[in-house]
């Protein structure tokens, strides 16, 4: 399969990396605006002078450009026929998201879209673990970049968190109301559902990096961490002893086995494998849209 990946910076240049180590790919081909981006992989791809030649010498394409250029680059391979996956999130807006999906249903495309923690591995093991989450917080935080400009915290790091509480831990729950405070690089939201609690954190100023999980049910709290795809269950005794007027407790603590993977491997193999066999590709474009209106909704109560 002749791959192509459109936009080489820090992302784009991960998805070259992968391509190139995948079983299944014959070449993989780069275009990107700024020529010494993509000289930095000519090791690895054959460098494309536009992207009218880069989609006629492939079958399918990522879109790693940044998010200001989303709506106008999928247009292109959309009116093309390229199959691709779009990094998150799907457009700069709710209207120019809607306008890429009325413009799928006119064509017979696979496309996707890069929410990469959707194929962290802890994600399946929250989702077979839990039933009726009473309490959700989910903490997203990064020291200070220079690499995301066009993008609010909300879009860059908690869209991420988004996806999972309304595709994965709370999907098709429609009744719900948003809270939030914050600015453009911290945020703080608090998504209340009818007898659940989602609270969501994120932030580009911190000092330590860090993606947790953490959810709260009648017998038990499970944790996870993104980054060291590990998920500890704590359960409830069957009683409380009583020492020196004290109340103890000691809780059963598991250990949950997760096989680790590279998630953008994970997620640029499904979708060549949802290419081959017209699969529906785990993240859709319907449910990026959802998540760029949960975005929406979110950013109007930062300053």
Wanted: aromatic content about 8%; charged content about 30%.
């Amino acid at each position: 399969m002749k791959v192509g990946v459109i936009g080489v910076g820090t992302m784009g240049r991960n998805h070259v990396r992968v391509f190139s180590e995948l079983k299944g790919v014959d070449q993989v081909y780069v275009y990107d605006s700024v020529p010494e981006n993509a000289k930095k992989v000519s090791d690895l791809a054959s460098i494309c002078g536009s992207i009218e030649e880069i989609l006629k010498k492939t079958e399918l394409v990522s879109i790693c450009v940044p998010t200001k250029y989303h709506y106008k680059i999928a247009r292109q391979v959309i009116a093309k026929g390229i199959n691709f996956l779009i990094e998150k999130p799907l457009a700069s807006n709710v209207d120019q998201g809607e306008g890429l999906l009325k413009l799928l249903t006119e064509e017979n495309l696979m496309a996707g879209v890069g929410h990469i923690e959707r194929f962290n591995p802890i994600v399946e093991e929250v989702r077979r673990i839990i039933s009726h989450p009473f309490y959700t917080e989910m903490k997203r935080h990064n020291p200070t970049s220079n690499r995301i400009t066009d993008a609010s915290v909300v879009e860059d790091l908690m869209i991420h968190d988004i996806d999972i509480i309304f595709n994965v831990l709370f999907k098709n729950e429609d009744n719900f109301k948003i809270f939030s405070a914050g600015n453009r690089n911290i945020c703080e939201a608090m998504i209340v559902f009818d007898g659940s609690v989602a609270a969501l954190s994120a932030s580009r100023m911190a000092s330590k990096k860090f993606r947790t999980l953490y959810i709260e049910e009648e017998d038990s709290t499970t944790e996870g961490d993104f980054m060291a795809q590990e998920v500890f269950i704590y359960r409830k005794p069957k009683k409380y002893e009583k020492e020196n007027e004290r109340y103890t407790q000691e809780n059963i603590i598991e250990k949950v086995l997760v096989n680790k993977v590279e998630p953008l491997k994970v997620e640029l193999k499904t979708f060549m494998d949802c290419v081959r066999s017209g699969k529906e590709f785990p993240v859709t474009p319907q449910e990026a849209l959802l998540n760029l209106r949960i975005c929406q909704e979110i950013s109007k109560g930062i300053g």
